[in-house]
């Protein structure tokens, strides 16, 4: 099977996504979450940058729990910066 190529929309929106991650590990080590989280260090490092653009829902989800995050505030990276919402 042949994989789709990422839009440039993919790639921003998963560079949304490792922003917030990031802000939210604060001064956490990047070990020490991913551990938590049972991911590698690189696949959060990597998360985090946007080389990952999109992560399987169960990291996500796993790094969501271990950030005390809510999965639809993950969601919201789904919107682009000052794009309503679909109805």
Known sequence: ?????????DRERGERLGALLRAARGERSIGAVAAAADISPETLRKIETGRIPTPAFFTVAALATELGLDLSTLAACEQRPGASPAA
């Open 1 to 9: 099977m042949v994989r789709v190529p990422l839009t440039a929309e």
